[in-house]
């Protein structure tokens, strides 16, 4: 009976405290390989001369979180225009989408660049929920403009970005998703870790099939951050999806943009039915 009470009083304790100790250095590397701004080596100055774009700041319970926006064609009287909320990958920045988001405003589209959390110029530290809630206040923002149809919202990532707003499409609604050069999901990047271990399980596959809306996958065939059977299983998983392939790695896609952005607008053309 003495002994038990020593084991309660002293070594569960300490069992239990190893054992957390054990499971969040198990669960750090995980992390680190899903968000990975400690490998961004230098910050772009920020264009105090862009007139393309304006700058804002969410304000979180961890300090300021960057955003910019891009306002496009449409109006509140008499027509609306289309939006693009856009995610980059984890060893990335708005800054470096820059050129995709003044493409999309020159054919019409308002597009928001929402930062991650512990990225440049932003404060606090990543992880999947802190994300989701900062995109969620990115994503109602944006159809709270009176020139933006909220009815023709377009989500669009790259790598952990597809992540990102494939889960927001469990919460928010869109038009049409685009995912580039993205996993099928956290555990099958993580060399099967089980479940337990991954803090930030982002499962792009199964997110994807509870979408009802139009997807289009851009992968690179040569990618070796991502594999190009991440792309295949997901088009095989989910048949209705275009799937568009191109002869580049990860970080050096697409090798051609005029074709790229062709094929962008075709498939929003599908989307709504007419040239936009």
Same mark, same amino acid.
């Given at each position: ?11 569960? +304790?300490?069992?239990? !405290?190893?054992?957390?100790?054990? =499971? ?5 590397? %995980?992390? &680190? ?13 920020? +264009? ?20 910019? !926006?891009?306002? /496009?064609? /449409?109006?509140?009287?008499? &027509? ?43 404060? /606090? ?16 923002? !944006? ?5 933006? $149809?909220?009815?023709?919202? %377009?989500?669009?990532? &790259?790598?952990?970005?597809?992540? %990102? *707003? ?6 928010? +609604? ?9 996993f099928l999901s956290i555990k099958a990047m993580a060399w099967g870790a089980p479940n337990f271990l ?5 499962n792009t596959l199964a997110a994807l099939r509870t979408y009802q809306g139009p997807i289009l996958i ?15 299983? =997901? ?9 568009? *392939? ?21 498939? !929003? $053309? ?7």
């Amino acid at each position: 009976m003495r002994n038990s009470k020593i084991y309660f009083h002293y070594l569960l +304790p300490a069992v239990l !405290l190893f054992w957390y100790a054990v =499971m969040a250095g198990c669960t750090h590397p %995980v992390r &680190r390989l899903v968000f990975q701004p400690h490998h961004i080596q230098k910050l772009p100055p920020f +264009p105090d001369s862009a007139t393309q774009f304006n700058r804002y700041w969410l304000h979180t319970e961890q300090g300021r979180v960057e955003w910019w !926006l891009f306002k /496009g064609g /449409g109006s509140a009287v008499p &027509r609306k225009g289309p939006a693009v909320l856009m995610a980059h990958g984890n060893r990335e920045l708005i800054d470096h989408y820059r050129k995709r988001a003044e493409t999309y405003q020159q054919i019409g589209f308002t597009v928001l660049l929402g930062e991650y959390r512990g990225y440049g110029r932003s404060d /606090g530290s990543p992880s999947r929920e802190r994300i989701a809630s900062d995109f969620r206040h990115f994503y109602d923002h !944006l159809i709270a403009l009176p020139n933006v $149809d909220p009815a023709r919202i %377009v989500f669009h990532g &790259r790598s952990l970005g597809g992540g %990102v *707003l494939s889960d927001l499409s469990r919460e928010r +609604p869109a038009a049409a998703i685009i995912v580039e050069s993205t996993f099928l999901s956290i555990k099958a990047m993580a060399w099967g870790a089980p479940n337990f271990l991954l803090s930030d399980n982002y499962n792009t596959l199964a997110a994807l099939r509870t979408y009802q809306g139009p997807i289009l996958i851009i992968h690179g065939t040569h990618d070796k951050v991502v594999p190009v059977r991440h792309a295949v299983e =997901m088009k095989r998983q989910i048949p209705r999806a275009e799937l568009i *392939l191109y002869e580049c790695g990860h970080s050096n896609c697409p090798p051609d943009w005029e074709i790229y952005w062709a094929n962008i607008t075709s498939f !929003l $053309d599908q989307v709504w039915g007419t040239p936009f």
